[in-house]
Structures are given as structure tokens and as C-alpha cells.
């Protein structure tokens, strides 16, 4: 059974964290949004409080959600929110049930580029070398406006990753062409129907809103220029009421 909590009230509200991460993610979060949503946080599987599974793919997580969101209740579609991989994780839910809106925080959709980045890394993420690859991967915490308890606790986090969950993520990325990548967003992007915002903590590109909007109608993307890849954590206040004003856009 998949690891969830509830706080505050209102309309419901899924919060999704990154990888080798958990729902403690939203700690900081949490309290601004509470006042207004039913927010409900989950720990995805193989992460956190929840059991281990054999399927360890963002595809399968999807149904996670669609389990927590069975198991609290929740009879009306839900605005989903993910960091990350949870940000592939609630587009690949969005696409297959229905929900009030999507927040995309910091995961591009492009993952033909990321896989560019991390396929280099292939034999040292999957040998001895786990260990000093995956800051490689993640990037750095220093200087980019992160409160030091959140950057002990992303420390904590990635200097605990397990090797053996990390790979069944992101194995598609590692194996994968770059044509067959683009594929398959293609094949699961176009069957979003919900507003979609994507928030960034720095530029994605560009192209990356007109290839965003080319696949998801409506699509909006900013780029707030803080926190790095966490720009939710760099100002949960801020985020917040971008998330109160987004749903309110799309009531």
C-alpha cells in the first residue's frame, strides 16, 4: 500500500515528490497551501514509507497516484503537483485520468536532452561508481538559495539513494534513442487535456515553451530564476500563491 498524509482542507491537491526523495519533500510547502487545498502527499513506490516493487518506472508510479487519490477518497478531479520525476509521474497520470490541472516543477519533458546529459554516466551509474556519479547527475546545492535545513535533507536524501531504484527510473533514459524518447512523450503528452503549467528554476531553452505548447495546448512555462532545481523550496511562499492563482485561472 502507498505511504500518504493528508493536511488542511478544501480542494484536493496531490503533491509528488522527486527521485530518491519522499513526501517530506513538501514540508516547507505544505503549510502555505494547506489553508486553501486538501493536500495530500504520497511517498511513490520504492520510496520513503512505501513498499518495494518490481516495476520501478515512472509509468507504474502513475498508478500510485491514481491509488492514493482511490484510497483518500477523493471524488473530484484533483490538481496534481510534481517535483522532478513527480513532475513526469503527474503529466503521465494527467494523461490517463482526469484532473483539475497540472504543476510541472522543474522537469523538462524534452527527455532526449537529459538523457544526452546522463548516458555518458551510463557505466559509472550502473558499477562502483553510483556513488560519485549521482551528484553529476543531480547538480549542485551550493549557493542557489536553498534554506540549509532543505539542503540537509536533499543531502541526506541522495547520499542514501539506492542504486537498484535509481536505475529502474531512469533505465528508459539510459537505453533509449533520442527518437524513441521523443516518441514517447509525444505518445502520452497528447493525451493531456488539463491546463498544464511548468514552473522552472531556470531557463529550459528558448524553444522549450513552443515545443511544450506544440504538445500540450495551453501549455504555460515559466522560469523563475531561483533555487536551481527546487524553486518551490527556494520561496514555498511564492509557490504557493502561484498555485492558489492557477487554480483559480483554471476553476
Not at 515528490?17 to 493536500?39: K, M, N, Q, Y
Not at 500510485?64 to 471524488?75: L, S, T, Y
Not at 513532475?87 to 485520468?97: E, H, M
Request: charged share 20%; net charge negative.
Amino acid at each position: 500500500m502507498i505511504a500518504w498524509d493528508e493536511a488542511g482542507s478544501g480542494p484536493p491537491l496531490i503533491l509528488v515528490h522527486g527521485i530518491t526523495e519522499d513526501r517530506r519533500a513538501w514540508d516547507t510547502v505544505v503549510p502555505h497551501l494547506s489553508p486553501d487545498f486538501r493536500c495530500v502527499r504520497l511517498d511513490l513506490r520504492n520510496h520513503g514509507e512505501s513498499p518495494d516493487a518490481d516495476d520501478g518506472t515512472a509509468m507504474a508510479m502513475a498508478g500510485d497516484v491514481g491509488e492514493v487519490v482511490a484510497a483518500a477518497g477523493i471524488d473530484e478531479p484533483p490538481l496534481v503537483i510534481g517535483h522532478s520525476l513527480g513532475g513526469t509521474v503527474v503529466t503521465l497520470y494527467a494523461a490517463q485520468a482526469p484532473v483539475r490541472g497540472v504543476v510541472n516543477v522543474d522537469q523538462s519533458l524534452q527527455l532526449a536532452e537529459f538523457a544526452a546529459a546522463v548516458q555518458p554516466l551510463a557505466p559509472l551509474l550502473r558499477g562502483a561508481g553510483f556513488t560519485e556519479a549521482l551528484p553529476a547527475a543531480f547538480g549542485s546545492l551550493d549557493d542557489i538559495g536553498l534554506p540549509p535545513d532543505v539542503v540537509r535533507y536533499l543531502e541526506d536524501q541522495h547520499a542514501r539513494a539506492r542504486q537498484d531504484v535509481v536505475l529502474a527510473v531512469w533505465d528508459l533514459v539510459l537505453e533509449s534513442t533520442p527518437e524513441e524518447l521523443d516518441a514517447l512523450v509525444d505518445s502520452f503528452a497528447r493525451e493531456v487535456r488539463a491546463p498544464y503549467l511548468a514552473i522552472h528554476g531556470a531557463d529550459p531553452g528558448p524553444g522549450y515553451a513552443g515545443w511544450l505548447a506544440e504538445r500540450i495546448p495551453g501549455a504555460q512555462v515559466e522560469a523563475w530564476s531561483i533555487g536551481g532545481h527546487y524553486p518551490h523550496l527556494a520561496d514555498p511562499a511564492r509557490f504557493a500563491r502561484r498555485v492558489r492563482d492557477f487554480a483559480s485561472e483554471v476553476a
